[in-house]
């Protein structure tokens, strides 16, 4: 596997289930991101990993939890979801994030697009 | 505070019409600005980035200049393909924790 990874790439659920969305990294980076794509608007950044912490939350629905295991993996645990959080979720990755050396590159995966029913 | 302002589409052009995608941009301090492509069913891909001001970023035949007099960034081809059609996205990128902010995306179809 090259780049970023994510799975399920489709996923359907209902408002009462439990869902996990998986995101891998092998691209040696050390900083992750999760975005919501919804149509017409600009993506929105959600949360931010730098080596395994979280820098950033912005002001996303506890119904969302993300996990960082390490510096490859990043997870969004998702309970009680709403239909208006039907979207893509997108995962990206980038250079360590502390240096003001930056903004570095992005990469991303292809997504995993969420129907909540 | 940063934003990014772009076109909106849907855009529809005739293979080999010459493209332009308007992007404009409000930001503090000195940021970088790129544009990112999305083709159907994928992430997004850096298509081509500026780091300072009149800095030329190019790519595939596409070529993007980072103006700070009218804080514009202007994406244009030449001569677009049928392969061209995607969505394409202007983010500005500051250095302090890499923050990226997004347009809303302009769509591209270019019919044979």
């Known amino acids: 596997e090259t780049g970023v990874t994510q799975t399920p790439r489709h996923l359907v659920m209902g408002m009462t289930n439990k869902k996990s969305l998986k995101c891998e990294q092998h691209?040696?980076?050390?900083?992750m991101y999760w975005y919501k794509q919804s149509a017409k608007k600009p993506l929105e950044l959600m949360f931010v990993?730098?080596?395994?912490?979280?820098?950033e939350n912005n002001s996303v629905p506890s119904r969302f939890s993300p996990e960082c295991p390490n510096s490859s993996h990043l997870f969004l645990h998702l309970h009680t979801l709403q239909p208006e959080d039907s979207a893509l979720y997108l995962c990206?990755?980038?250079?360590?994030?502390?240096?003001?050396?930056?903004?570095?590159?992005?990469?991303f995966g292809p997504g995993t697009r969420l129907t909540v029913t | 505070g940063n934003s990014v302002t772009q076109m909106e589409g849907p855009v529809t052009l005739s293979e080999e019409a010459f493209l332009t995608i308007n992007c404009t941009y409000t930001a503090t301090g000195y940021p970088s600005l790129f544009w990112y492509v999305q083709y159907p069913g994928e992430g997004l891909q850096l298509l081509l980035k500026?780091?300072?001001?009149?800095d030329k970023g190019s790519n595939k035949g596409f070529e993007a200049t980072y103006r700070k007099e009218t804080t514009s960034f202007h994406l244009e081809k030449g001569s677009v393909q049928v392969s061209d059609s995607a969505v394409y996205f202007c983010a500005l990128g500051v250095p302090y924790g890499n923050q990226f902010y997004f347009g809303t995306g302009t769509s591209l179809t270019v019919i044979p």
């Open positions: 990206a990755s980038s250079q360590d994030i502390s240096s003001r050396r930056g903004p570095y590159e992005q990469y």
């Open positions: 500026a780091t300072k001001a009149d």
């Open positions: 990993y730098n080596f395994k912490e979280q820098t």
């Open positions: 691209l040696g980076h050390n900083a």
